[in-house]
């Protein structure tokens, strides 16, 4: 097991070995540590990693790390056995299935090894690796080794080094390499800046992935960059070296003397994980229990993996399974299904395509259109659905479809629409509601005239992301799908829904089509069907993130006032429409964070043949907020200014905030984001940190910092939501409502409510009804037009639908308390229950809240400041430190709603800056597993991570999507620390287009992208720098 | 694994036995290409282990593996992917899930308490394995013997070996945060300052006031059993059959390298599982 090796690696072993030795382990284990995860570490086994390295090119860590120290491996084929160096075992043609690795052994290192014995020889032993988390659990885009003895005789000029052992490898080779002719170039050179640079010319041309691998330019430079890194201290001229050994390769002790010491790589240490937060949060009790920190309903029992989920529910007897066929081809004919390919897959039943839809074919029926269950005659994109197989197992069911072979005919079709600009030129186009598509705000020709200076055609793409995991925020859409597909009345159907591991968009309508597919299934087949959709064709059917083409016009004053901004936006909507619609006013509430003045834009939906796009957690309004903060930036760069002052000089007065937002600007003292501005800047002491980051990026050339205060402004609109309360016998309460439950704390804040609405009834133990509170899954049947859980408001409104079943409870009890009271002089709860039964009153309440039109829409405030170190060697990104105000307006629980802020944050945070969202060229998603797909893991959040609610009593709280969008300061951080990097490239005379500092940075800033901003050649171009200054 | 053999001569038994949360386990006939997360899942009434990415990604599926080492008389507890441990491999174990650390039937453990009273689970499907990746990390810690003894109320554990613990483990809800929060509330060198928002105690309490509102956690209390009956013969890897696949478990190279000979004599084909002989 991985993890024996690395304990054993690192074991104590007094005398056993020498210093030097036990070094080289103790590096060797710390780099395995960084291999998958432990839980992984503890069944996969180094030898089974070089077996996959040796028979699968693998990209393996621990082929790189064992290829450095001479390891030499014995393995057994047949009756015979045989050792090799490991170099020797990687090198040959993938062995057979039968070969056994029998034996791994790493040779004990000294200095004095293999040579004549110097004591002022000392062995160099490093590993590297960049891969997007740095504790590991994700593999890497090259990983390194480097094994040398360094002479330590001060020598007038240099260093000189002897017996190299230069490995590379993970970077799109067939196996690990040595870099051989690098090794020896060194033998007899002194060390200078010049022979680095010639080494460094040398390794460009040995480390150069394969055709085919991602990112090869900047994987090669990654290879630069930690060579680079591991010889640089030794070529320091200030350096000086201590008498005598030292212990261990350790450059802080080995330079001790060094008066440069803050520039070295490994100096600024900061913790790998999170080292402190804060958590400010205003509390209230004067709606008790409302307002107040409630423990999450049923969290012990999610704790304890008692919680029941959709899959979790035992299959009812003779259960069939079913599993997706979907479409591999943009548009093209299906000709035929074939199931049996090969081996013959077991267990298959039946295969469900169109012509076995009674009613009509129907994926999905919402607001805005519908989509076919399965593709016709055509396909309309890839990974449209084209039938189902069902078979007697989940597994023979995935297997079937795995399996399954389509045939497809192209012959005289049209080309498919493969991007926005096709779709642009053809004329395909969905269309928006005009009630939905927002107005135009001032008179863009006066705005544009007013400029002093105008920019053009810039262009920004957005990518997209998205979350994944199974059943449905929206059961009465379902529902309704369900039924037109079977052909049956809307009473013959019934939907559940208990609680959802997660939605975050990706269950909304995109999940209809799995209960249709197993409805219709199922009345096919005359049994049960079920499936559960498989991580990879869930992150195949959900389509992500809208995918944007922006050009944008702005127009400015020298001051950075913004006078206008005209947008075009493309948007690629897919095959199916969904929910596109609502996208420009998502992107609108967002994008009028600002006050451009004047501001015009055209955002056209494109149809394309491109997989359809769902509406993920904030849609619209994360890419709208990255859209407005490029557009600041730009404004800034072009003038030279701090973005802060850009920044704050736009931020909308009330005034500006009404002319842009006419129905739900609010009075005044509603618009809390200037007090929010300045309040952030001196709780996170933003003033004297951005002075900090000038003085650190100073004093470093390899790493870069950068800081961001950036507001949001977020819109939302409450939805019509039905609720309804019961009071069983015992005095029990029973709330059914149509918001659903999937982590946000819906049930636990209408728990809550109802408490607080019942008690009203102010009888004895009216105070503590909280505990007598239960929230029952939605069904569709027993409590109509539930519509939709989405856009962060279905707490607040299923809250509210309750508080109005609840007066009506308590006007009907009031009377019996009050004649009760006279007669006792004092009614408890259960006393006063019991009563209503006797008297016959009626304890069930149904009510459908009704959003009132003048304050159905409102907006949420609140500002971020985010500081980031940027590592200009590998592009990785950290983040230092993240302070938080969001304006919670009147939490309903603010231990929810700081769960909601922190967690839609850290999303956010994989939006801008983690989760790849690659596709093949029909817009296939390839990113489809967690190989690939990386969120945020607990090594990527901000290490220190400081939030304050803020109850401003406005509104209630919508906290589930807006604090999404804050997460672009961390984006806007790594632009300024880029920015950094650029100017010091064209101080040392790299004036190309790295060196300019306007930065366009891609959503997400992923390592390569980072680092291709800086500079891929930024070591080369240090070299040359220092080699021309001498 | 074997596929396709006609009877296979083997003095070994044929049968798995093992122990799910104490409840013991005796298979015969069992696919060996069926994977613990299956089993679990669909033969016992464990469901806190969630089939999420099925490739060992994500750590919604993890349990904890005890093997017994009858040489030492020690037990040796590491965290498994579930969805990626084929059954053939866990004979002898006892296995330990979620609901096996605590649940609402004998009592929680003061793990899922606090993971509640910190805000760290919202949808919940990530929670179980959190659970068990950090009680394997709680555990081991506890067994170390070069550890100073804690405060009443802490663990062996550091904070940074709490953090570490959950670092394969994904949450798309929490931010992880208050996570980690709920795991360093165990470390022995955790200061109480830097403990954020719970349900526990109110800001401006003093520590002392603060340990004594947690769910307690006694360290003597956290002897953890293994089954003897797993004790007798946890040392003889299973040869397990069913009708398409076999589970053979070679103790010597001899007995591995007759093992092979014999896909080629009788056209069977074969998988080699991954587990060093020396683990033995």
Known sequence: MISKAIETLKEENEGEFSQEAKLVFEKIGDHMEKIASRFIRNSGSVGGNLMMAQRKHFPSDIATILLSVDTIVEIMTGQSRLKLTLEE???????????????????????????????????????????????????????????????????????????????????????AIRVKQVEEFFSGKLLSISVLYEVIKLLETLVIPEDGTSRPAYRSSLAVGFLFEFLSPLIDSTVKVPNGSVNGYNRASLFEDSTQEHDRFSQTKFPTLISSSKQEVGLKNEYHPVGEPTIKTGAILQASGEAIYVDDIPSPKDCLYGAFIYSTEPRARVKGIKLNHGSSPDGVIALITSKDIPGFNLGSKSFFGSEPLYAEELTEGVGQRIAFVVADTQKNADIAANLAVVEYDKENLEPPILSVEEAVERCSFYNVPPPLYPKQVGNLSKGMAEADHLILDAQANEDNCMVVYSSIQCPEYAHNTIAACLGVPGHNVRVKTRRLGGGFGGKAVKSMAVASACAVAAYRLHCPVRVYVNRKFDMIMSGGRHPMKITYSVGFKSNGKITALKLDILLDSGMFVDVSPIMPAHMLGSLRKYDWGALSFDIKLCKTNLPSRGAVRAPGDAQASYISEAVIEHVASYLSMEVDSVRNINLHTHNSLEFFFPTSAGEPSEYTLPSIWERLATTSSFYDRTEMVKEFNRCHKWKKRGISRVPIVYEVSMRSTPGKVSILRDGSIVVEVGGIEMGQGLWTKVKQMTAYGLGLVKCGGAQDLLEKVRVIEADTLRVIQGGLTAGSTTSEASCEAVRLCCNVLVERLIPLKEKLMEKFGSVEWETLILEAYSNSVNLSAIALYLPNFSTMRYINYGVAVSEVEVNLITGETTILRTDIIYDCGQSLNPAIDLGQIEGAYVQGIGFFMLEEYLTNSDGLVITDNTWTYKIPTVDTIPKQFNVEILNSGNHKDPSGEPPLTLAVSVHCATRAAIREARRQVLSWGGGNEAGSTLVQLEVPATMPVVKELCGLDIVQKYLLWTIAKN | MVKNTNDMDTTTKRSLVFAVNGRSFELCNVDPSTTLLEFLRYQTPFKSVKLSCGEGGCGACVVLLSRYDSATDKVEDSTVSSCLTLLGSVNGCSITTAEGIGNSKDGFHPIQERFSGFHASQCGFCTPGMCVSFYSALINAEKSNDRPEPCTGFSKLTVSEAEKSIAGNLCRCTGYRPIVDACKSFASDVDMEDLGFNSFWRKGESNEVKLSRLPPYDRKNVTRVFPEFLKKDSTVGANVDSQRCHWRSPVSLEELQNLLQMEDNEGTSMKIVGKSLEDK
């Open chain 1, 89 to 175: 075992f990687l090198g040959r043609p993938p062995l057979d299935s039968k070969t056994v690795l029998l034996s791994i052994k790493i040779p004990c290192w000294e200095s004095s090894r293999g040579v004549s014995s110097n004591a002022h020889d000392k062995l160099l032993f490093e590993t590297y690796r960049a891969a997007p988390r740095p504790l590991g659990n994700a593999l890497p885009y090259l990983n390194a080794a480097f094994l040398a003895q360094v002479s330590l005789r001060e020598s007038p000029t240099g260093f000189m080094l002897k017996n190299c052992r230069f490995a590379f490898g993970a970077y799109g080779t067939k196996h």
